[in-house]
């Protein structure tokens, strides 16, 4: 089981990027697609998630109305779009899979080896 995490990048303040997060091994519609982050010095700290079947997302406060969760079952990828980018969204991204809809990082059973978002000012 594998889920691997891609599209990170160097973004000016104010851009946007898509992550891609990719499962193999493992029926991705069948858990709910988390996506966490880690900053320097600082603990891994949700960021939202989506349903299985992409009818229901969360979002920390600090993404609302910049970052939306979306998936495809079909491709077995879940997508992270992130908009108006802020250099305090620097941070190693993560995607992970859990069987119930939880924000606690312990309860995700696989994740993705993480994508480094550097956002300049």
């Known amino acids: 089981v594998q889920l691997q995490a891609s599209g990170g990048g160097l973004v000016q303040a104010g851009g946007s990027l898509r992550l891609s997060c990719i499962g193999s091994g493992v029926t991705f519609s069948a858990y709910v697609g988390g996506w966490f982050r880690q900053a320097p010095g600082k603990e891994r700290e949700f960021v939202g998630r989506?349903?299985?079947?992409?009818?229901?997302?969360d979002y920390i406060d600090s993404v609302k109305g910049r970052f939306t969760i979306s998936r495809d079952n079909a491709k077995n990828t879940v997508y992270l779009q992130m908009n108006s980018l802020k250099p305090e969204d620097t941070a190693v991204y993560y995607c992970?899979?859990?069987?119930?809809?939880?924000?606690?990082?312990?309860?995700?059973?696989?994740w993705g080896q993480g994508t480094q978002v550097t956002v300049s000012s």
């Open positions: 989506i349903s299985p079947n992409g009818g229901s997302t």
């Open positions: 992970a899979a859990a069987l119930f809809s939880t924000n606690t990082p312990s309860a995700y059973h696989y």
